[in-house]
């Protein structure tokens, strides 16, 4: 068992095509996860996530702040307390559209 604060995870820059994103990947293969990877987004005001899909799915906990989660040809509403499920090959997209910073997990599998 561990446990540790989520401040003492770097924050590191979010991948390519994003804007104002930062993550902390908390738990990984590192500490002995050997199937899920658990990451915290955090989303400055403005700020997106690229446009993309992957093989993977997606289980997302809005942890604070307000904005739109773009996918299946849609946007969404988000905001603190909300539960977004994104299966494998859907095209998705976060968006903050307010004025604070946006906090999420997001669980994802490991590639297999």
């Given at each position: 068992m561990r446990i540790f604060s989520y401040?003492?995870?770097e924050a590191e820059k979010a991948e390519e095509g994003a804007?104002?994103?930062?993550?902390?990947?908390?738990?990984?293969?590192d500490?002995?996860?050997?199937?899920f990877a658990m990451r915290?987004?955090?989303?400055e005001p403005g700020g997106f996530s690229p446009l993309h899909?992957?093989?993977?799915?997606?289980?997302?906990?809005?942890?604070?702040?307000r904005g739109l989660v773009k996918g299946g040809g849609e946007?969404?509403?988000?905001?603190?307390?909300d539960v977004i499920f994104?299966?494998?090959?859907?095209v998705h997209q976060f968006k903050n559209t307010g004025e604070t910073t946006?906090?999420?997990?997001?669980?994802?599998?490991?590639?297999?």
């Amino acid at each position: 068992m561990r446990i540790f604060s989520y401040r003492d995870v770097e924050a590191e820059k979010a991948e390519e095509g994003a804007s104002n994103l930062k993550v902390r990947w908390l738990i990984t293969k590192d500490i002995g996860a050997e199937n899920f990877a658990m990451r915290l987004f955090e989303m400055e005001p403005g700020g997106f996530s690229p446009l993309h899909n992957h093989p993977w799915e997606h289980e997302v906990f809005i942890l604070e702040g307000r904005g739109l989660v773009k996918g299946g040809g849609e946007e969404r509403n988000l905001r603190e307390g909300d539960v977004i499920f994104i299966p494998p090959n859907k095209v998705h997209q976060f968006k903050n559209t307010g004025e604070t910073t946006v906090k999420f997990l997001c669980i994802i599998p490991y590639k297999k």
